[in-house]
């Protein structure tokens, strides 16, 4: 086997590369060493960094290959990576284990009590049969993941019996991430979590007439009303409940498992019209609010600036104007309901065009002069909004950059020039060079078809998506990406 070193093109990895070199030239003055005790463990970690990006790159291709054949994934095939020419990396090799090691994680005392409820009321449910285990809230960023596994380890811990638990949500990205959670945690192995990862509706049935102890997968897989398991030893872990319970899709969950116990996580308190959470789950077992997660400190405050564009009417006869265009067009009547239906959409409103710069230009101007530097994320309507506000923050951000540039050489030309402005400018020009920008959507079918009907092209986006580990380096206060421009579809 060869490693193959990142091409020296490859404008990421030249930025890693002079990072980690700066790095371990501050380690080498401020250390001590000698060139014998500095070199060998500086220039490992430094070979290992690179061998992780690689490494990380042909895992995220294994992923994508697999994607609908869970049989057949090769992504803990090490020959699949040195037939490449990279490196295969053990979990507890790879760099981000290194640099972080092994922490225990505790409950924390929100978590122990929601917990404790939890495992009380779904004894009862299932002593009085009907499945209804509770409403777990949650806000937020107070480890409602890691509640799930607190909750699923200590039912197996203190409660005999063969517990499957099943733990359904209605994203991909959710999906994902919590299945990463258990893994990360050690209540599934990396094999066991890919094993019992659903990626298709036979998939589902044969997992769940197994004997698994934890089965993954999206309420989109239930597509038939079949009983799959009549077990009463089944929990299953609902997370966002409120969002798509009470359709055709949670119908056939309780119809393939009638004997489960089913419990609802949530990080959003129920409101008008979300009574029907109640019913189906049953009462609360655990709340934590916004405010006291603040004041516990387990979550950061959150602070509110409407600085949205006014929507103002500049025609007063619009209707009277669209009336008569409908009548023109002598619409039949379905056409005119369906019209009706989306003049009656706020969609078309808020993603006009020409609100979208504003806004976009407001991004620019708010994360340049907000007097610190941190990172910043745009949350969209949906997969075209993202796309077209990523474009539009780009162009604006370009034009900014340009202008820092012409007034600095301006300046220069100039010996009386003020030394403070031109300081100031060129951390500016600084901030605006070395920042990254990442678009962060959901998969879908045709998706690329369907951007390019609106002039939009996802591929580089998705490639990114697929090959780079963005929400990682969005974490990193010391990776240059520092905005995500995200879609919100719920």
């Known amino acids: ?30 250390s ?31 992923e994508q290959q697999a994607s609908g054949n869970r049989r057949g994934s090769r992504v803990d095939e090490p020959v699949a990576y040195h037939a490449e020419g990279v490196l295969f990396l053990a979990p ?10 092994l922490i225990k994680i505790l409950g924390q005392n929100h978590q122990v009590l929601g ?46 019996g063969n517990w499957t638990f099943v733990v359904v949500t209605d994203r991909t990205e959710l999906d994902d991430q919590i299945a990463k959670t258990f893994k ?3 209540a599934v192995s990396q094999q066991e979590g890919e094993e019992s990862h659903v990626q298709s509706g036979e998939d589902l049935r044969d997992l769940l007439r197994g004997n698994h102890r934890y089965v993954f997968t999206l309420i989109q897989k239930f597509l038939t009303p079949e009983k799959l398991s009549d077990r009463r030893d089944i929990i299953v872990l609902t997370d966002e409940a409120h969002r798509t319970q009470y359709d055709t899709l949670a119908l056939n969950t309780r119809s393939a498992l009638p004997n489960a116990i089913f419990l609802a996580f949530t990080a959003t308190p129920l409101i008008a019209g979300e009574e029907r959470t ?61 019209l009706e239906r989306e003049l009656g959409r706020q969609y078309h409103i808020i993603t006009r065009d020409d609100r979208l710069d504003k806004i976009a230009k407001d991004i620019v101007a708010h994360f340049l002069g907000r007097g610190f530097q941190g990172k910043a994320m745009v949350v969209s309507i949906d997969k075209a909004t993202a796309i077209k506000m990523y474009n539009k923050v780009r162009k604006y951000w370009e034009e900014e950059q340009q202008r820092v540039e012409a007034k600095l ?3 220069t030309k100039f010996t009386e020039s003020d030394p403070d402005e031109v300081r100031a400018l060129n951390e500016r020009l600084g901030i605006l060079k070395n920042s990254d920008m990442a678009v962060v959507v959901s998969p879908g079918q045709n998706e690329v078809e369907q951007m390019a009907k609106l002039g939009l092209d996802i591929v580089p986006h998705r490639k990114r998506m697929n090959t780079e580990p963005l929400d990682e380096k969005f974490k990193d206060p010391d990776d240059p990406c520092e905005s995500h421009s995200s879609a919100h579809c719920g």
């Open 1 to 30: 086997m060869q490693w193959i070193a990142p091409s020296a093109k490859d404008s990421p990895t030249e930025t890693l590369e002079k990072r980690l070199w700066d790095a371990a030239d501050q380690v080498r003055a401020n």
């Open 32 to 62: 001590g060493l000698s060139s014998q005790q500095y070199s060998a463990p500086v220039l490992g970690l430094i070979f290992l960094r690179f061998a992780e990006v690689r490494f990380a790159k042909r895992r995220a291709e294994l």
């Open 92 to 101: 507890d090799a790879r760099f981000d284990f290194l640099k972080t090691g």
């Open 115 to 160: 917990v404790n409820n939890a495992i009380a009321s779904m004894l009862e449910a299932r002593k009085e049969g009907h499945g209804r285990g509770g409403v777990f809230w949650q806000t937020q960023g107070s480890g409602k993941s890691l509640a799930m596994v607190f909750f699923s380890q200590k039912v197996l811990r203190k409660i005999a």
């Open 184 to 186: 990360a945690t050690g």
């Open 278 to 338: 109640r019913e189906v789950f049953g009462d609360y077992v655990s709340i934590y609010d916004f405010q006291q997660s603040v004041e516990d400190g387990a979550t950061v405050p959150l602070f509110y600036e409407n600085r949205t564009p006014e929507l103002k009417l500049k025609n007063p006869s619009l209707n009277e104007d669209i009336y008569a265009l409908i009548e023109k067009a002598q619409l039949n009547e379905e056409a005119e309901q369906k």
């Open 409 to 411: 050489e301006k300046l």
